[in-house]
């Protein structure tokens, strides 16, 4: 079981400042739990992303999710290796 997988380490509490992290499973919510440690997190949260979810999952959160600020949303693009028509917070609504 990766580190984490049933609870938020209390040194990323400050993310998730609006979710009641008593009975918070971040697995049950991956796409929530991705986009708000890739928008917010630091080194040490990215860290533990990376070990409690797989790297398809955070890029699929990368393609699909448009609430990702743009500034976030291209570095993350940069860092996977994703082009930017493919991230959905850097496509121009048509």
Excluded: C
């Amino acid at each position: 079981m990766p580190y984490g997988e049933f609870m938020i380490p209390n040194y990323l509490h400050n993310l998730f400042w609006d979710t009641n992290l008593d009975n918070f499973n971040p697995t049950d919510f991956p796409e929530y739990t991705i986009a708000r440690v890739l928008e917010y997190g630091d080194r040490e949260a990215v860290a533990w992303l990376k070990n409690t979810f797989s790297e398809a999952q955070i890029v699929d959160v990368l393609r699909k999710e448009r609430r990702l600020s743009r500034k976030s949303a291209n570095f993350w693009a940069l860092i996977y290796g994703i082009s930017r028509d493919d991230v959905a917070a850097l496509r121009v609504a048509s």
